[in-house]
């Protein structure tokens, strides 16, 4: 185990050699139990009463009762329990978290690179596309007419899509996760458009290609859902929006440091929307959010108890958090997002939004006792230690549940409680059928501003918004809280 770092601590620290003491070495930094074997002598050792020890150890008393020993261990982001004869070894267990958590925990050997960096090239075109990386890579190593072959003019030093792609994404996508995924998800689906109809490489597309991708964004397409049906869904003029001025934005870039030598897409975005023409339209009245809370607390048939109990998790971190889908994804390397207990009891989610921004969210009481139930189930202590490093919502196939499942369990709640409001309420049915976890930050945004009129920069931290003209637009959605101010203003001579 000599060949392991940890490079959480600085300096970085070598893992022990021998396995004990590693997985303990690992309990010790991670704050949670990473293996640790049980006997009913150690247990009356640990605990100052057997009365103690059932409470506080329920299913490592009750196995005990018919084994000599039991091992707890650390797996897919929960504590669990097994007699020694079905617990998995310690080597294995020291194996499966050093993959987990491989971003801090890395091989003492380094890694090799080739001279000419085409592995950093390759990381960040895995951003597009990270199943096909090979396929991504070999189609763009290409160029076409626009490109630059004068190296004396050409910044940007190389000649083909490949390296001059990852160097805008590098010198444009980096600072932020989120910014980096948005710019994927909009030029994976301009690179797919161009392999569709075997044109390309992207250095070699025409105004004319150009617009012709424009036109394909305004095509609806047929979107299915989980249980198989089929449903027409038109992108909004934002999303189309967006993608061109991402597709501008990468040939403007290219044009600018002299790797092409014409920009095709010159005035492809005629115009952009302005901050405060912001206006959300996606909220779910009061009636719908406390029928999915009161469902939440009903069980369901085929679901065990810790899978419900990680759905109710998630629902109240989007319903009391007011965070976007992403920031509800956990990352090894900046521990977040987690939460504090602070010294007068009262819990506080801490996320890492756009821009790079850290920020520090109240949680009311509701959502605190969710959490706490949700973290004893996992074998975790009620309340995080200060130095615990763990999801905050993990995955059942083993580390941290990450946005696609997040987004599904919103849906699935959604989806569930529009089942059974239809026979008596179709429309409130098919509303929440269309909502999505965005529309919870929505409702909490209308909360704030409209419903409890908190100050505007106090709202604007707590959303994370770059402009407080973002925020003010909530103010602007209410059309029933205006017309209120209308009627008391002039009915009955304005008293």
């Known amino acids: 185990m000599a060949r392991w770092l940890d490079h959480g601590v600085t300096p970085p620290a070598p893992l022990p050699e021998d396995t004990d003491e590693a997985l303990a070495y690992l309990t010790h930094v991670l704050g949670h139990t990473c293996y640790e074997r049980w006997t009913l002598a150690k247990i009356k050792r640990a605990f100052s009463s057997l009365g103690t020890a059932k409470v506080e150890m329920r299913s490592v008393f009750d196995l005990l009762l018919d084994h000599t020993e039991v091992v707890e261990w650390w797996e897919s982001g929960r504590l669990r329990t097994a007699a020694t004869d079905n617990a998995p070894s310690p080597q294995d267990t020291l194996n499966r978290l050093l993959r987990t958590y491989r971003r801090r925990f890395r091989h003492w050997e380094p890694i090799q690179v080739q001279a000419s960096d085409s592995g950093d090239h ?7 596309d990270p199943q096909h990386v090979r ?43 989120h ?31 150009l617009l012709a991708y424009r036109d394909s964004l305004c095509v609806a397409r047929i979107s299915i859902s989980d249980q198989g049906q ?50 959300p339209k996606r909220f779910l009245s009061p009636t719908a959010l406390n029928a999915c809370d009161a469902w939440l607390d009903t069980p369901i048939e085929g679901k065990t108890e810790l899978a419900l109990l990680r759905r109710r998790a998630i629902w109240v971190l989007y319903r009391y958090g007011g965070i976007r889908l992403a920031e509800l994804a956990w990352h090894v390397d900046t521990n977040l997002p987690r939460v504090v207990v602070e010294d007068d009891g009262k819990w506080t989610l801490y996320v890492h939004g756009k821009g790079n921004k850290d920020r520090a969210i109240p949680l009311p009481d509701v959502a605190a006792n969710a959490l706490t139930t949700y973290r004893i189930a996992r074998g975790l202590t009620a309340q995080p230690a200060a130095h615990e490093v763990a999801p905050l919502i993990h995955g059942f196939k083993g580390g941290a549940l990450q946005e696609s499942g997040l987004y599904s369990e919103v849906k699935a709640i959604f989806e569930e409680v529009a089942t059974t409001l239809r026979p008596n309420d179709g429309a409130l049915a098919s509303l929440l059928e269309a909502a999505s976890p965005h529309w919870l930050r929505h409702a909490y945004a209308k909360a ?12 604007q931290a707590l959303l994370g918004h770059a402009s407080v003209q973002t925020t003010a637009s909530y103010s602007k959605t209410d059309l029933a809280q205006l017309r209120n101010f209308v009627e008391t203003s002039f009915t009955n001579g304005g008293k």
């Open 122 to 128: 390759q990381r960040w075109v895995a951003a597009i």
């Open 135 to 177: 396929t991504l890579v070999a189609w763009l190593s290409r160029s076409g007419r626009f490109v630059n072959q004068e190296a004396s003019t050409n910044t940007l030093a190389t000649f083909d899509d490949c390296q001059a792609f990852s160097l805008f994404l590098r010198d444009r996508a980096s600072r932020s996760r």
């Open 179 to 209: 910014t980096l995924r948005a710019y994927a998800a909009d030029l994976r689906r301009l690179i797919s458009w161009c392999r569709d109809r075997q044109i390309g490489p992207l250095s070699n597309l025409t105004r004319n290609d």
């Open 230 to 279: 089929q449903r027409v869904v038109a992108p909004s003029e934002r999303t189309q929006a967006r993608a061109l001025a991402v597709v501008a934005s990468l040939y403007q870039y290219w044009f600018d440091t002299g790797y092409l030598i014409a920009n095709p897409a010159s005035g492809l975005v005629t115009g952009t929307q302005a901050r405060n023409e912001f206006s």
């Open 448 to 459: 704030l501003v409209v419903d409890h009129q908190v100050p505007l920069p106090v709202a």
